[in-house]
């Protein structure tokens, strides 16, 4: 090599070292407006009673009459028991389902897992409002056939503690079943084999043996539902707020939008006790498993065989056609009847389809369903790309830019969606040259893809935990640099789960109601809004045909989500035969 030659190569070396490193900087600074500095807001709102765009002084007053509050407290203490009831009730009912798939005999053990899918891509709103219609005191359905059989007042009220309680359990059930199922699916049944011949029975075998065996997975399900009942906001707007039970969330927004002047003050100091309460429940998991083992899985053969229950099996089948029953199919029924009802409630009016003309003939309705639809496609788009980005960054980088980026992205986990609209409602208020963003579509849709990129990363992470870093070095040694690695090797393996998430996102960001709820602005309101607003109006048949519209195209959307994922496989499968003979040849 000569010394020309040499010098060449120096200077194309610094040249890639000096773009990374600004790339990176770029990245960085990204995710630190994007994640980082609005929730920075929390602090700083905590020690200003008022808009950032007024000139208030720092003070430790509003905080401190904030925790001297009754409220605060008894929002602590609604938001803890149904952490403590419904947790519970999620963990142990998923966890008994997950049992059920995984390891028994019991007939149609098979529906659960689809069954859960279904049950956790079904927007919040929807169960909610269908169980309105199912237990409303006034006319609900179930109330109404309860009068017809003799039934002296209501059988069932929803808008009570009790009525809360049920629907949450069963909302975060699916969640629960589906973070466990591996883990029964895994462990080593012979285990239990062995307890049933030193002469235990099936019960003492499944809490002194299966139970502690996949610990890691119960607790982990624990914490999660925990954090997801914290957060929880449309069920407790609908339902707790007509029986007087405020949540974080509901506090958090009575707070901003019920209180005339708001007390932005409250809101945030809610909003740290929040944020500190799942850093206890994270840090409490890792303290309760520290020390201990969970291996079930050796080198040795490991028995897959059902576990045969008896007659018990039957009574777990009706158990599995009870949930089913109060999950999907008595809401969907209500659902789609009270959308064919003129007046929800009212038999003698006959059914038809005219709810369903309005909603798609009327501008207002027509308009906040297209405002959907561009939301949910442009929204799930941003959410799924940059779960991946930062996904893959925090699986293939080490360092400062791997616990930066998983320390940004984890926190939209901890907050609300109401909290998360709240803190960007002040960062873009808090600068001058952001405050155009204030009152926009623009800012509703970044606060949608923040907080649909939890579910969007799990997808993500999936996906890259299949490719192997040895396809990405075969690219580098044949001269591709970085982001020609990322683009033509990367993103081709990953089509079909990017595509996946894309839609699933999607479906998740057309049925949020928190962010909206805070952000939208005048004119310009979702699916969600626009459902909610017509219940509290009392219009249950419009907002049921509404929704029955998103259901139809959410199903939709599923189907080609279904088709995309094929499509995208015969790519993957191209791409991969391509760098395999890549790898053949690389010296």
Excluded at 268 to 297: D, E, K, N, Y
Excluded at 323 to 351: C, E, K, Y
Aim: aromatic share 10%; with cysteine; charged share 10%.
């Amino acid at each position: 090599m000569t010394a020309t030659d040499f010098e060449r190569d120096r200077r194309a070396s610094f040249r890639r070292s000096l773009t990374s490193g600004v790339l990176w900087s770029i990245f960085v600074g990204a995710v630190t407006l994007i994640f980082v500095y609005p929730v920075s807001m929390i602090v700083i709102g905590a020690f200003r009673d008022g808009l950032p765009s007024q000139s208030l002084p720092f003070t430790l007053v509003g905080l401190r009459d904030a925790f001297l509050a009754p409220e605060t407290w008894q929002t602590l203490s609604n938001s803890v028991i149904l952490v403590l009831v419904c947790g519970t009730i999620s963990v142990a009912g998923g966890g008994l389902f997950a049992w059920i798939a995984a390891n028994t005999n019991v007939p149609g053990r098979r529906l659960l897992t689809p069954l859960m899918a279904i049950n956790l891509f079904v927007p919040p709103l929807f169960h909610t409002l269908g169980w309105i219609m199912l237990g409303n005191p006034q006319n609900g359905l179930l109330n109404q056939l309860g009068r017809a059989l003799g039934a002296p007042g209501a059988i069932l009220n929803i808008q009570s503690w009790g009525g809360l309680i049920l629907l949450m359990s069963l909302g975060y059930l699916p969640f629960a079943y589906l973070l466990m199922l591996g883990a029964f699916k895994n462990r080593d049944q012979a285990l239990d084999e062995a307890s049933a011949i030193s002469g235990a029975g099936t019960i003492r075998t499944f809490f002194t043996i299966t139970v502690p065996s996949v610990g890691p997975a119960i607790t982990g399900a624990a914490i999660l539902v925990a954090v997801l009942i914290f957060q929880s906001f449309d069920s407790p707007q609908l339902i707790g707020r007509q029986a007087g039970i405020y949540v974080f969330s509901t506090q958090i927004y009575r707070y901003v939008r019920d209180e005339a002047p708001a007390e932005y003050t409250q809101a945030f100091a809610l909003s740290l006790v929040l944020i500190v309460l799942v850093l206890v429940l994270f840090l409490a998991q890792r303290w309760l498993l520290r020390g201990r083992s969970f291996t079930t899985l050796t080198g040795k053969t490991s028995r897959r065989d059902p576990q045969e229950l008896g007659p018990a099996r039957w009574l777990l089948s009706a158990l599995i056609v009870v949930f089913m029953l109060l999950n999907l199919v008595a809401p969907l029924f209500a659902m789609i009847l009270g959308s064919l009802q003129p007046i929800f409630g009212v038999t003698d009016t006959g059914l038809s389809f005219d709810n369903y003309v309005r909603m798609l003939t009327d501008p207002l309705f027509s308009s906040s369903l297209s405002l959907t639809a561009w939301l949910a496609v442009i929204g799930g788009f941003g959410s799924i790309a940059i779960a991946l980005l930062t996904t893959y960054v925090t699986a293939r980088r080490s360092g400062f830019l791997k616990s930066y980026t998983s320390f940004a992205v984890w926190i939209p986990w901890a907050l609300p969606g109401i909290v998360l609209a709240l803190a960007y409602m002040f960062a873009v208020l808090y600068v001058p040259a952001f405050r155009g963003l204030y009152g926009s579509a623009l800012l509703m849709t970044i606060v949608l893809i923040v907080a649909t990129i939890p579910v969007s990363s799990r997808i993500a992470e999936g996906a890259l935990a299949q490719l192997s870093p040895e396809l990405e070095e075969a690219g580098r040694i044949s001269g591709a640099g970085a982001m020609r690695v990322l683009v033509t090797i990367v993103l081709r393996l990953v089509i079909p789960s990017f595509l996946a998430g894309w839609f699933l996102s999607a479906l998740f960001i057309s049925g949020n109601l928190a962010v909206p709820m805070l952000l939208a602005p005048p004119g310009l309101q979702p699916v969600s809004l626009t459902a909610f607003q017509l219940f509290l109006n009392g219009e249950l048949s419009s907002g049921a045909a509404l929704f029955m519209i998103i259901l139809i195209a959410a199903a939709v959307v599923l189907g080609l989500a279904a088709l995309s994922m094929k499509l995208g496989a015969r790519f993957r499968s191209r791409a991969v035969g391509e760098t395999a003979s890549l790898l053949r040849i690389t010296p």
